[in-house]
């Protein structure tokens, strides 16, 4: 993240003393998206809506009758989700430009807190890419150098966040598309267990890896956007109400598994960062092998492949040519698989499931690096680590698919920079919807860095 | 059921007396079990393993030392359950009949609580038929007309109840298979939701629908045997944690939706009965209709012939010869079906399931017969019912599948008897991981026709 952009709690701060007003608020944030408008993160953004958003929550607050500690904070949404302000384009030509008229569940939830819908972002066309790149508006610049991605598919929303237009942005994660522009951006990002977040009025790109989450400046603000994200939706039938969880103040210490093998290697300055914020914390870390990562990998693939093939399909037949090559070929890949070969994946991810889950010995967190390595420049093709030559979308989808076939939560912190000024993340991963939990150990974990 | 088999609850009572012991309700067990051999309820049984398990019982009664309330109480285990005392064959000549050595979760549960593992009961082929007539034993007979079936695949357990061998016994049901059986031979049968019952230990048919649960003599058998079903499982990655529920002396009105439609008709007699049984209730009854119900059968062969080809095809390669020729020919259909079609199939469950839960207004039992018809005899290929001549096998999962499509929990009680003597069955379902609900609101159901 770039210096000194405020987060979601010193804005909430600012309203409350009145330093601040939903409206200055939200024109210094559309003065940063003009300034930052080169990163090229945003789809949409129109400053006559947002503006009366905020003269909305303004007016709430001087009448006593605020929704909650977020109204009138200004928040971008990735341009998947629906929202009743614009259109919802995906990054696809596919798709027509219109209003859809309704909001997604996690849109709407944040609506009636009173935050101010700031914008689309922009994203990998259908989320279906790992760098930001393959945007039918074309790529996201990272802020931290605008040669390089930001990775994808969030790219705009982390864009908007580390340049600080925006203290949090909204994303969603299949393969890593929250945590993977995060990390390269040097933010916070949270992706949910499946199954505990809405996905209703967030377009898919495969049902049974899709989880949609938050970006933001800090754990704390995650932590108050959560509540927002998590929670059983009838217009949802994957989510379910979970056990309440209880936050307290825990000095036990944190059993964390650092996870190695072929597959999961990462480069000399990338392992450096990560392995010196697992020292400095106050958490007793061990070294476990996962095997077959090579085969979880290629189950990823074939899930991710064949169901969003199956979701595609009335609009491939319909408007191929709405849909980039690159894109086309993969759609047609997962389309030529048989029902054996993508069973065989889902019965992978049990595997890997039952071996997180019971042959790692006790453990409260299971941590990588969230990138094997820090974010490539806009052609790179292939990048180099730890002996091997990896393309570019592997390498950057390298640890986090491990958090979508499992349907783990993960969040993913930042821990330093790269000798060239690129962030470097930390993935945190919990038990199954245990999501509340998670969090409050990264943040236990974060504090204990800090105290060091 | 035949009239006068003792519940678990009275045996319970009469081991708590002194009017029985664990030796003494086993030799009746073991006496009934000779009566009703020519019912082919069992594949194995023996009495010395039998006998010992209750003298132990037995000893920690007179210790002082009882391990639950169902000690020394004998329970039948369905032959897909593995089991420490028996080899588990799942009926079918290509599994080695040697023991395994292991018991499933849950009769790990019931052996930890001093149950009698009453040996192992007649199944269909893998599960995989709705008959019980598909065994490499021979057919199960029904207990109310040895000219009639079970119906499957649990019909050894449902006999081995019905007959009054045993209170309760083990089944699994992913099609119907516990309800089927329950319902055709007049007893009660309860299907958990997906994922709060461990399938760890017992061997998958299908598992996206598979769910493990009991058969017993009344209700209030099955509140006493839910606790050893339900919970997460670390073995089984597909279970969770629930919330907990706290039962309730509720008088309110339960809402039922009694579901209609073309593929949802059942015979006069079983419709009488089972209205009969509705309006004799306190409950408040309101009818709807469901389409596409053929649409939802036909996902559901998709998911369970693709499912079963995927877990069998390294035996069927091995040992083809170990498969029944019909049990081949589902296989072989299984293995050919594309990744589209089966995830098109499980979409349909998504929509079903959005259905069920947002377009039948508020409800809080969704009711249908168990069966539309009363069980075929053993050689009826075809049964006739509302003016359509339907497959018995297509006949008996006319309405069970809905529960394994969309998971949610069910449970069969039996409403009253067709002209000649076979039982009819009535189908309770409830809200997914509700089940405690479901079984107390299918008392309350029970007792206020009870009070009519």
Chains 1, 2 share one sequence.
Not at 138 to 145: A, E, M, R, S
Not at 357 to 365: F, V
Not at 422 to 439: A, R, S, V
Request: aromatic residues 6%; contains cysteine; negative net charge.
């Amino acid at each position: 993240m770039l210096k000194n952009n405020p987060t979601l709690e010193q804005q909430s701060l600012a309203l409350a003393s009145g330093k601040e007003t939903a409206v200055s608020l939200t024109l210094k944030a559309l003065d940063k998206a003009e300034e930052f408008k080169h990163l090229n993160a945003y789809v949409v953004l129109n400053k006559e809506i947002s503006l009366a958003q905020a003269e909305a929550s303004d007016a709430r607050r001087a009448a006593g009758k605020l929704l909650s500690a977020l109204d009138g904070i200004p928040i971008a949404i990735k341009d998947n989700y629906l929202t009743k302000d614009y259109p919802t384009t995906a990054c696809s030509n596919a798709r027509p430009l219109e209003p859809s008229g309704q909001d997604a569940t996690i849109v709407a939830n944040l609506r009636e807190a009173g935050v101010i819908i700031f914008g689309k972002t922009n994203m990998d066309e259908w989320a279906f890419s790992p760098t930001n790149v393959n945007s039918n508006i074309g790529p996201v610049l990272n802020p931290h150098n605008t040669k390089h991605v930001t990775g994808g598919s969030s790219g705009g929303s982390a864009a908007a966040v580390a340049s600080g237009i925006v203290a949090a942005a909204l994303g969603s994660d299949t393969g890593g598309s929250i945590r993977m522009p995060a990390a390269a951006c040097g933010i916070y990002g949270f992706k949910p267990s499946y199954g505990r977040a809405s996905r209703h009025g967030v377009l898919p790109l495969s049902w049974s890896l899709d989880a949609p989450g938050p970006l933001a400046s800090s754990l704390q603000d995650i932590e108050m956007l959560l509540p927002y994200f998590l929670g059983n939706d009838p217009k949802d039938v994957s989510t379910f109400a979970s056990t309440d969880f209880k936050k307290e103040q825990s000095n036990n210490t944190l059993e964390i598994v650092y996870l190695t093998g072929d597959g999961l290697e990462s480069s000399a300055e990338v392992e450096q960062a990560v392995k010196k914020s697992l020292s400095a914390s106050s958490a007793h870390v061990k070294e476990a092998e996962l095997s077959h990562v090579d085969n979880y990998y290629e189950a990823w693939e074939a899930i991710i492949f064949s169901e969003a093939a199956s979701y595609h399909q009335p609009l491939l037949q319909a408007n191929a040519d709405g849909f980039s090559s690159s894109l086309r070929v993969k759609l047609e890949a997962g389309s030529r698989l048989t029902a054996l070969e993508v069973l065989h994946a889902q019965k992978l991810r049990s595997r890997l499931i039952n071996t997180l889950t019971n042959e790692l010995g006790e453990w409260d967190i299971i941590a990588t690096p969230t990138l094997p390595v820090t974010a490539p420049s806009q052609n790179e093709e292939e990048q180099e680590f730890a002996g091997k030559t990896v393309h570019a979308h592997k390498s950057m989808l390298w640890f986090c698919v491990l958090g979508n076939m499992t349907g783990f939560p993960c969040v993913t912190l930042p821990v330093g920079f790269s000798d060239d000024g690129l962030p470097i993340g930390i993935m945190l991963m919990g038990k199954p919807n245990e999501d509340e939990k998670l969090l409050a150990m990264a943040m236990q974990f974060e504090q204990s860095i800090k105290n060091t």
